[in-house]
C-alpha cells in the first residue's frame, strides 16, 4: 500500500515536472495563420477615423513619447509577474516595424490575436474581436498612410522575455479568438445607448472599469465579472496599484448621482471637480466628441447597477 502511494506520489511529482518542463521549451503557443482579404478605405475621413482611434487604443503603449511615433517603449505599468515587455515598434519601417505585414496579416492579428508567424500575442497586446469592419479598417489604413505617427523610424525592438506565468496563461486560459464569420456593422450613431456600448467595449473602458483583468470576457464583455463595477487594479508607470472606480449607475458607490455634464468633463479632459485631476493610466479621452461622450454615460447609465465601494489611490 505504502509502496503503491509513493510510486503514485513520485508518479504525479513527474508528470507535472514534464508539464512545467514543456510549458519552459515551447513558450509561447503558435497557431495557424490565415489572411483574410480586405479592401481599405483611404479617403480622409477614414484615415482621420483610424489615427482618432489608434490615438486612444493603440498609441497608450506603442507610442514612444520621445519619439512622438509609434516606435514603441518599454511596458513599465504592466505587472511584473508577465515578465519583461515590450511594446514594438509597428511605423511602417520593413525591418523593424511592421512595414512589410499585408492588410489582411494586420487585420488577423488584431481580431485574433495571433501574429503573422503563428505565434500568439500575450494578453497585455489589445485585440478587437467586436470592433465594427469599417473602424478596424480605418485603423489599418491609417498604420499604412503616410501620417508622421507611423513614418518608418529605424528603431529596433527589444526582445521581450515573457515569464514562465505568461507562457503558462497563453498555454492554458488565453486563446486566440477566433476570426469572425459575419460582417460587424457600425452602431446606429442615432442610439445614444447602442453608440455609448458600442465605445464602451470597444476602446476596451470595460477591460479597466471591471472586476480583474483575468476574468474580463473581451467576446462578451457583459459576461465580465463586475462589469463595470471596478476594482480591477491596473499600475501606473510607477508600479504602483491604481484602483478603478465604479462606473455603474449606483448612487452610493458608483456614478448614479453624476450629471452628464460632469462625466463628459472628467473623461474628456480628467478634470474632476472638487477633487484632484484623474491620473495614470486613465488619460483624457480628448479625441471622443461631447456626443460620443455623452453616449458612452447614457449606456453606463443603463446598465445594471453593482454595489461596490472602490477607494481612490491617495497619491
Ligand atoms: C496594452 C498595451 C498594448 C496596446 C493597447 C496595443 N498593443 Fe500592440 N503590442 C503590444 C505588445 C506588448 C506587443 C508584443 C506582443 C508579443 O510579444 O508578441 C504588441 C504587438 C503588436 C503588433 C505585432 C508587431 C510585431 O512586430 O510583431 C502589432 C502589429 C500591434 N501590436 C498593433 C497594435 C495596434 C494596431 C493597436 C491598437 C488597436 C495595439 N497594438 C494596441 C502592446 C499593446
Ligand atoms: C488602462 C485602464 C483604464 C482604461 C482603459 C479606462 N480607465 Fe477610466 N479610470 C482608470 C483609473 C485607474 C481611474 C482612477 C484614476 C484616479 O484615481 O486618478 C479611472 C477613472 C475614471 C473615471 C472617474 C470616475 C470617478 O468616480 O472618479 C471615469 C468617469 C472613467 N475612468 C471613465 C472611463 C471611460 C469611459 C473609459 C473608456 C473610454 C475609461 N475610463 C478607460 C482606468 C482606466
Redesign the pocket.
Known sequence: MRKILIYGGTTIVLILLAALLFIQVKGIPSYPVEKPPITLNTDSASLARGKKLAS?LCA?CHLNPDTRQLTGRPMVDAPKEFGEIHAPNITQHKTYGIGDWTEGEILFLLRTGIKRDGKYAPPYMAKLPLMADQDINAIIAFLKSNDRMVAAADIPDQPAKPSFLTKALTNTVFKPFPMPTAPIPMPDTSNAIELGGY??KN???????SADFKSNDFLVPEHSEGYFG?G?K?L?EEGQV??????TPDKVT??GN?SEEK?VK??KS?I?EG?????????P?TE?TDKE?AA??KY?MSIPPISNK?E??PE
Open positions: 486612444m497608450s465605445l464602451a476602446l476596451e473602458c470595460f477591460s479597466c472599469h471596478g480591477n491596473p501606473n491604481m484602483p478603478t472606480p465604479n462606473l458608483g456614478i453624476w462625466f472628467a473623461l480628467g474632476k477633487e484632484p485631476a484623474l491620473r495614470y493610466p486613465m488619460k479621452y471622443l461622450a458612452i454615460y453606463l472602490v481612490r489611490s
